[in-house]
């Protein structure tokens, strides 16, 4: 698939935003006022940043407000509708924590679900697509969420819970990887099925339909950069989740540095899943790639 | 309305013949020549006279080749556009609602002004039926000519989608697969037309006919072929002598 820097940048970012969201809304800090603010400008700016840049992949972007409707069979509808939820109910409660000094609890925890249901809703949109055999595992919502869980601690200083969030993310981005390198394998799609001729022989792509590219081979056939994959693979797993632990598990004294450290662990983290990002979409096949031979 | 209807009236769709087709292209052209023109947006193309040319077709020809385990490769041509599926993922992947499918004749259709461009339509197909028009923003697709089949100011003979229509070797075949008795449920039954991808569970409406075997290529391949062998294994007077010359000029012979 075509890595889109938009889609990109809309998973990292407002997964890291929704996550944040989530702990807020559990009262995880337990912030008023002006830290309050600090807190939720953060959580919106990813989270709303990464709505917005989602809108630029759009042939129509003025017509985004029809995305509400489907709700009822499309995931991306339900994610729009999810994040709007989110986004108010947490506006609420942020309003009361930050003006009136109180957590309005029950609100919260409703808030917090919508924000981890939107992440979810978010990781639907892949995990349903039984042509691109790498994001159609359970794998997938199960990394979504994670990364979502654990960047929302390490944004929210969940000192306790970030270390354990970070390795139980760690551990399924290597279940996801190991589990994906094998996808297209074992989903039976072949040239084979794809022609309807698999039983008559070896079927070989002879010639394509035309001399140019076009928009499949654009958008679904994105083989450059593959090659990279497994060096890609161990800077972004270093950076999401090794370097981050250290820095937040290593004992420093004053309260400055430890902040730096948690600081840089968040850069770390934020960079180590936009690379994992990256590699999510370029290395997902689709199917349609085998029309012409390609994968 | 992105839900798929539980059932549809009647199933319109598209028998392809591989046996038949020739790999001429024709349909391609005819199709993109007259959806270009009629429903929704046209057809764009991004550097056409250029180095780089690139377009919109709802209507695409690869050729493949199979080589059997004995015997001699065969190549196939093999026409490609919207299988209409039953179970359409293109369908109900829809966020707005703009992709549909027809109850009347299962025919799916993208409401284009309803249309973002958010492509997921095109990430859902695995068949490559859909293909954002790079000017518009808007996805295309086959609409089964719906615009030709019901025309009444067309004569009757014309209404066919485009492709059928000007097929030279009647390789395309158009009808109604939901009827057992169609001419083409029957072409179907008896020539043993197949899905594309089954296991994608999409339940294409568009059958595809297998080729027909071949005849079996003899070693032999005529009667006269023993008296026309070559007499002379060995060269002999002067092109033995340039046979051999031209071997010891070093580079070797292939």
Redesign the interface.
Known sequence: MHPAPSVIIFTTFSGLGFGLLFFLGLGQPPVTGFVAFVFYAIAYALAVGGLLASTFHLGHPERAWKAFSQWKSSWLSREGVCAVAALIIMGLYALGAVFLQSHWTLLGWVGAILSLATVFTTSMIYTQLKTIPRWNMNLTPAMFLSFSLAGGALLSGAETLAPWLLAIAGAIQLAYWAKGDQALASSGTNLGTATGLGDRGTVRAFEPPHTGTNYLLREFVHVVGRKHAQKLRVISFVLAFVLPLLLILTPVAGVAIKHVFALLAVLSHLTGVVVSRWLFFAQAEHVVGLYYGKR | ????PQSTERKMGLVID?DTCVGC?AC?ISCKGWNTENYGAPLSDQDAYGA??????LN??????????QGH????H?P?SCLHCEDA?C????????SYKRVEDGIVLVNES???????C???????AR????A????KKCTLCVDRIYNENLPEVDRVPSCVRTCPAGARHFGDLGDPDSDVSKLVADRGG????????TKPVNK?L??RPKDQVEEQIDILAPLLAPVAEESKGFLGWLDKALDKIPGGAN
């Open positions: 309305m992105t839900q798929l591989l292209h391609v780089n040319p690139s377009g919109t077709f695409r020809v690869h050729s493949y080749e199979v080589q059997p385990e490769a065969q190549l196939i093999f490609k993922p369908v109900t992947v829809c966020p707005t609602g703009a309803d249309c973002i461009g958010c492509g997921l095109a990430w859902s197909c695995p068949y490559g293909e954002l028009d790079q518009e923003g808007v996805m197949m899905d594309l991808m089954p296991e994608m569970g595809y297998p080729p």
